[in-house]
């Protein structure tokens, strides 16, 4: 029991020894995985509310572990943000973007899509001239990417970041602010970065529809985005009350559950039947 370890330090601390050794060991291994593409993409598309129809798809990266089993981004993305190992790793999930995208166009159908950047990336120069490259050599339009910038780690070099993201908007990615809401510095950022889509947190937006006083910030979020100009996607939303909700507030887009969840390349385009009726 929790009471109990208390009394017994050293467990704590073999325990994180552990933990570390895990770590380390996975960090080790995540170069040999993305050149034994074990690194793979799924997509989860964003609704367009009025429309009915798929507005763009967002990339969110899958580790196929041979021994551990299939891993999840919160399993090894924060670690490789610390480890410097964060920069190949979207690279790699870029290039796979990028190459699913012309796939889509031979196959006649355009679509958007969104590559999570974290933030500690934003302001690399190694990051910027990468993106370049990899545009310059891939037949997709720029106009068809999309970068989401989560707010989750605090931004090291806000003056870099901001010049960086007029970069990528000047060559026409667009520029989303990811978990909104749950970041620090968020009105400074609203004012700074050269941003065109917002994501609220799916922490405000699950229970939108019956909490009072989230339906309040989901609603003023909305409003003080449509002022700034920006379009708005609500994420998390799992049942037909939230969607409805937010479908009466103004709401741009809706990511979740009830619409998809995330799905390998060659189901991506489907959404649920029952909305895109
Ligand atoms: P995120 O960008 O906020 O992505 C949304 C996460 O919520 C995804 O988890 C998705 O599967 C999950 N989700 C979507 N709809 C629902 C819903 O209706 N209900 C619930 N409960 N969950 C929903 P996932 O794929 O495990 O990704 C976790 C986080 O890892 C992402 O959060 C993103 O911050 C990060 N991440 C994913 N791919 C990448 C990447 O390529 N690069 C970087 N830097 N970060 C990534
Ligand atoms: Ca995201
Ligand atoms: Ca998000
Ligand atoms: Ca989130």
New binding site residues.
């Given amino acids: 029991s929790e009471a109990a370890d208390a009394h017994v330090p050293w467990r704590i601390a073999s325990a994180d020894k552990e933990e570390l050794a895990w770590q380390v060991s996975l960090m080790g291994e995540l170069s040999a995985a993305i050149l034994e593409r074990q690194i793979e993409?799924?997509y989860?598309p964003k609704l367009d509310i009025a429309a009915g129809t798929i507005s763009s798809l967002?990339?969110?990266?899958?580790w196929r572990h041979p021994v551990r089993g299939y891993l999840?981004?919160?399993v090894f993305?924060p670690m490789a943000?610390e480890n410097d190992r964060?920069l190949g790793?979207?690279l790699c999930?870029l290039e796979r973007v990028l190459c699913d995208l012309r796939q889509w166009m031979m196959e006649g159908r355009v679509v958007k899509a969104a590559?999570?950047?974290?933030a500690t990336?934003v302001a690399s120069r190694a990051f910027a001239d990468e993106v370049k490259s990899l545009l310059a050599n891939s037949q997709v339009p720029t106009s068809q990417l999309i970068f989401?910038i989560?707010e989750?780690a605090t931004i090291s070099n806000p003056k870099e970041a901001v010049a960086a993201l007029i970069e990528f908007r000047d060559m026409g990615i667009a520029i989303s602010m990811?978990?909104y809401g749950t970041g620090q510095s968020t009105l400074t950022y609203l004012r700074d970065l050269p941003l065109s889509e917002l994501?609220i947190?799916?922490s405000f937006v699950?229970h939108a529809h019956i909490n009072p006083n989230d339906a309040v910030l989901v609603r003023s979020t909305v409003d003080l985005a449509h002022k700034l100009g920006l379009k708005v996607v609500a994420?998390?939303?799992?049942d037909e009350g939230c969607l409805d909700f937010l479908r009466t507030i103004g709401c741009d887009m809706a990511?979740?559950?009830?619409i998809a969840?995330?799905s390998p390349r060659a189901m991506a385009l489907e959404i649920n039947a029952k909305l895109a009726a």
Wanted: proline share 5%; charged share 35%; net charge negative.
């Fill in positions: 993409v799924v989860q967002e990339a969110l990266v899958r999840r981004p919160d993305i943000e964060i790793l979207t999930v590559v999570n950047i974290s990336l989401e989560t989750s990811d978990d994501k947190d799916r699950q994420e998390g939303v799992e990511q979740g559950y009830l969840k995330p």
